[in-house]
C-alpha cells in the first residue's frame, strides 16, 4: 500500500471534538453585549412561541388545539405519577425533574414531528447544499457533489485511534473498551483453542480513498487514521493473519482510472466489492485446505441487473423529494444463485463470514442495491465453496460477535466443523467501536420461562416495558432501519389480563425509512400491546438489521419473539400513566 496522506494536526483537533463539544468550547469563549444581547433574547423566545402557535395551529383542524409534536414533547416532560407520588418532603422536588433519556425522547419527538420542522428543515438544507455546499452533523458535500458521512472523516483525520491519551479518553468518557488490538488477540485465542484460524478484514470507508474531494488535493494518497500503519503492523508481530481490502482497491482504482466506492452512499461500488472478493479467495485457497463439496457445482452468477438509487448518506441530508442537485447513481450487481434459488448461508460450511453493511451492500434488498449480489455471495462464488454468514449492519467491533456469543450460549454450535472465521469490519469501527470483550462458551440449551409462541404460530400478547434496548435517531447513522429489543412483564394473552404467560423478550421495528415507529415512543412502565411469533421463524429475514440490544447480557439465552406493535391504550391507572 502507497504512503497515506497525513493530515496537519489542526484537522486533527476539530476532528477530536463531537459536534456538542464543538458548541460548548465555541459559547465558553463567546461573549455578547448590549443589543446583541438582548436581541438574541428576544429571538429566541418569538422562536419558541412561533413553534406553540406553528403546532397547535396546524393540529387544531384535526386534533384539537391541544395536539401536535409541540404539546406532545411537553407532556413527556411533565411528571408522572409515581414521580409525584414519591415526593414526601421540599428536599424530595428534584424527583420531578425529568431523566436524561425522557429529555432525549422529547427531544426525538420534536426532531421527528414537529409540523415546522418536517415543513422548514428540508428547504433550508436543500438552500445550504445548493449555494454554499453545506451538509449538516452527518453528512458533509464535497464540490464536486460526492458525500461522506461525517463519522468515515472522523475516523481518517482524527487522532490516531492507538494514541494512549485517545484510549484513555473514550475509556473514561465512554465506558467501552476502545482498543481493537487486545479484543481481536482475544478473539483469536479463544478461536484457536478449537483449532480455528482467525481472518481480519478491515474494509476502508470511502474518506480512505476520496478524501482528497473534501481537501481538494490531487496527491494520489490514501487517507489513513494515523494509528493504520502501527496497528498493521502489530498485527504483523502478534502473528494474526490481516487481508487488507486497501491493497487490491488502490491497485484496481490505478488500473481502471475509477473510483471503488458509490458517490452518494458511504459503501464500495460493486466492482471494487467483487475485486476484493475474488483477491480474498485467493488467500483463502491459499491458506485453507477444504474438505468434498458440491458447492462449486451448484453456484453461478446470474444476469447482470442494473440499479438505481441516491443511497444512505443522501438520505441524511434530508433534501425535498423534488431536489435535483443529486441525480441517482445507476450500477451494475450480479446476483448469485445455488442451484434454481438465489444464494443462501450454508451453516455446515466450514467458513463463517462475520460481516457488517459493507457485507450486506448488494445483499440487502432494503439498503436499495440489489439482493444477493454482495460481498458473502460473491466470496463464496470465487471460492467455490459454500460459505456460512452472520452479518449485521453497523457496530461492527462487536455486533457479530455478540451474535456468535449468543448461539454458543444457546446451546447452538456454530463454530461446529469451522476450519476458519472472517472478521469483516468497517474501518471507522477501529477509531469508534467497542472493542468488547465477549466470550465465547458453548452452553446447553435449557428450558426458558419466557414467552415464545411455537414457530410459525402468532400470539397477541400484553405486557409492561420493564427495560429497552438504545434507540438511533434518524439522520445520526446512514441506515433507514433499526430494530429495538424490549423486556415486558406482566405478559398476559388476552387484553383483561386473565391469561398470564410471565415475561417476554421483544424485538421491534424502531425506525424505519429514517421515521422512529411508535415502538420507539414507549417508555419503561407504558402496557403495550403486540402481535408476535418466535424470532427464530423469522431471524433470517431480520438479524442483519442495526439494533439496540438490552443491557443483561445474560437474556441472551433466552427466547426470544419479532413483535408488530398494536395500538392499545392503557387505563391511566395503570403503572406508567400520567
Known amino acids: 500500500m502507497s504512503g497515506a496522506l497525513q493530515i496537519p494536526a489542526a484537522s486533527s483537533r476539530v476532528a477530536a471534538l463531537d459536534r456538542e463539544e464543538e458548541a460548548l468550547e465555541c459559547l465558553s469563549t463567546t461573549q455578547f453585549h448590549g443589543v446583541s444581547r438582548g436581541a438574541l433574547v428576544l429571538f429566541f423566545l418569538l422562536t419558541l412561541l412561533a413553534g406553540i402557535v406553528g403546532e397547535t395551529g396546524f393540529y387544531a383542524g384535526s386534533r384539537g388545539p391541544w395536539g401536535g409534536a409541540f404539546i406532545d414533547a411537553l407532556y413527556r416532560l411533565f411528571p408522572t405519577k409515581g414521580q409525584w407520588a414519591s415526593l414526601h418532603s421540599v428536599s424530595d422536588l428534584w424527583h420531578l425533574l425529568p431523566e436524561p433519556r425522557t429529555t432525549r425522547d422529547a427531544e426525538q419527538a420534536l426532531d421527528q414531528h414537529a409540523a415546522l420542522v418536517k415543513v422548514l428543515r428540508p428547504s433550508i438544507q436543500m438552500i445550504l447544499?445548493?449555494?454554499?455546499?453545506?451538509?449538516?452533523?452527518?453528512?458533509?458535500?464535497?464540490?464536486?457533489?460526492?458525500?461522506?458521512?461525517?463519522?468515515?472523516?472522523?475516523?481518517?483525520?482524527?487522532?490516531?485511534?492507538?494514541?494512549?491519551?485517545?484510549?484513555?479518553?473514550?475509556?473514561?468518557?465512554?465506558?467501552?473498551?476502545?482498543?481493537?488490538?487486545?479484543?481481536?488477540?482475544?478473539?483469536?485465542?479463544?478461536?484457536?483453542?478449537?483449532?480455528?484460524?482467525?481472518l481480519i478484514v478491515p474494509a476502508p470507508v470511502k474518506p480512505v480513498f476520496e478524501g482528497a474531494r473534501l481537501v481538494r488535493s490531487s496527491s494520489g494518497q490514501l487517507i489513513q487514521n494515523r494509528s493504520y500503519g502501527s496497528w498493521r503492523q502489530k498485527l504483523a508481530?502478534?502473528?494474526?493473519?490481516?487481508?487488507?481490502?486497501?491493497?487490491?482497491?488502490?491497485?484496481?482504482?490505478?488500473?481502471?482510472?475509477?473510483?471503488?466506492?458509490?458517490?452518494?452512499?458511504?459503501?464500495?461500488?460493486?466492482?471494487?466489492?467483487?475485486?476484493?472478493?475474488?483477491?480474498l479467495a485467493g488467500w483463502i485457497r491459499e491458506h485453507l485446505e477444504f474438505g468434498p463439496s458440491d458447492g462449486a457445482s451448484a453456484m453461478a452468477a446470474g444476469?447482470?441487473?442494473?440499479?438505481?438509487?441516491?443511497?444512505?448518506?443522501?438520505?441524511?441530508?434530508?433534501?425535498?423529494?423534488?431536489?435535483?442537485?443529486?441525480?441517482?447513481?445507476?450500477?451494475?450487481?450480479?446476483?448469485?444463485?445455488?442451484?434454481?434459488?438465489?444464494?443462501?448461508?450454508?451453516?455446515?460450511?466450514?467458513?463463517?463470514?462475520?460481516?457488517?453493511?459493507?457485507?450486506?451492500?448488494?445483499?440487502?434488498?432494503?439498503m436499495g442495491w440489489g439482493e444477493s449480489a454482495g460481498f458473502a455471495e460473491h466470496l463464496s462464488l470465487a471460492l467455490g465453496q459454500p460459505l456460512d454468514v452472520m452479518s449485521r449492519n453497523s457496530d461492527g467491533a462487536f455486533a457479530t460477535r455478540g451474535m456468535l456469543q449468543?448461539?454458543?450460549?444457546?446451546?447452538?454450535?456454530?463454530?461446529?466443523?469451522?476450519?476458519?472465521?472472517?472478521?469483516?469490519?468497517?474501518?471507522?469501527?477501529?477509531?469508534?467501536?467497542?472493542?468488547?470483550?465477549?466470550?465465547?462458551?458453548?452452553?446447553?440449551?435449557?428450558?426458558?420461562?419466557?414467552?415464545?409462541?411455537?414457530?410459525?404460530?402468532?400470539?397477541?400478547?400484553?405486557?409492561?416495558?420493564?427495560?429497552?434496548?438504545?434507540?438511533?435517531r434518524p439522520g445520526s447513522v446512514p441506515y433507514k432501519e433499526h430494530i429495538v429489543a424490549l423486556r415486558l412483564v406482566d405478559v398476559t394473552l388476552d387484553q383483561d389480563g386473565g391469561e398470564s404467560a410471565g415475561d417476554c423478550l421483544v424485538y421491534a421495528w424502531s425506525m424505519k425509512e429514517q421515521r422512529l415507529t411508535e415502538t420507539a415512543s414507549l417508555r419503561v412502565g407504558d402496557r403495550v400491546a403486540f402481535e408476535v411469533c418466535a424470532w427464530d421463524s423469522v431471524a433470517e429475514k431480520f438479524e442483519r438489521f442495526q439494533r439496540g440490544e438490552l443491557s443483561d447480557a445474560s437474556l441472551a439465552v433466552e427466547p426470544s419473539v419479532w413483535g408488530e406493535w398494536i395500538p392499545f391504550r392503557a387505563d391511566p391507572s395503570e403503572a406508567g400513566a400520567k
Not at 449538516?136 to 487522532?159: C, H, I, T
Request: net charge neutral; aromatic share 10%.
Open 129 to 198: 447544499t445548493q449555494h454554499l455546499r453545506a451538509g449538516n452533523e452527518q453528512a458533509l458535500v464535497a464540490p464536486d457533489g460526492w458525500l461522506f458521512f461525517r463519522k468515515d472523516w472522523d475516523s481518517v483525520v482524527g487522532p490516531g485511534f492507538l494514541n494512549a491519551d485517545q484510549l484513555h479518553k473514550r475509556r473514561e468518557q465512554l465506558g467501552i473498551q476502545p482498543d481493537p488490538l487486545v479484543a481481536i488477540l482475544d478473539f483469536r485465542r479463544q478461536l484457536a483453542a478449537r483449532g480455528i484460524r482467525l
Open 303 to 366: 444476469e447482470l441487473q442494473h440499479v438505481s438509487n441516491h443511497g444512505d448518506t443522501y438520505a441524511l441530508l434530508g433534501l425535498p423529494d423534488t431536489q435535483m442537485l443529486f441525480p441517482k447513481q445507476t450500477v451494475s450487481v450480479l446476483p448469485v444463485h445455488r442451484g434454481a434459488a438465489l444464494w443462501k448461508a450454508d451453516p455446515t460450511s466450514e467458513v463463517l463470514l462475520l460481516g457488517d453493511s459493507f457485507t450486506n451492500i448488494f445483499s440487502l434488498g432494503s
Open 237 to 279: 508481530d502478534h502473528r494474526i493473519d490481516l487481508f487488507d481490502p486497501s491493497d487490491v482497491l488502490e491497485a484496481r482504482m490505478r488500473e481502471t482510472g475509477k473510483s471503488q466506492y458509490l458517490q452518494t452512499d458511504t459503501h464500495w461500488a460493486p466492482e471494487g466489492m467483487r475485486a476484493v472478493s475474488e483477491a
Open 406 to 472: 449468543r448461539e454458543l450460549a444457546a446451546g447452538r454450535d456454530r463454530l461446529n466443523g469451522k476450519k476458519l472465521v472472517i472478521w469483516e469490519f468497517a474501518s471507522r469501527e477501529l477509531a469508534f467501536g467497542d472493542w468488547r470483550f465477549l466470550e465465547m462458551t458453548l452452553g446447553e440449551k435449557k428450558t426458558s420461562s419466557y414467552f415464545c409462541p411455537p414457530a410459525p404460530g402468532k400470539r397477541r400478547v400484553w405486557g409492561t416495558v420493564a427495560e429497552m434496548g438504545p434507540i438511533s
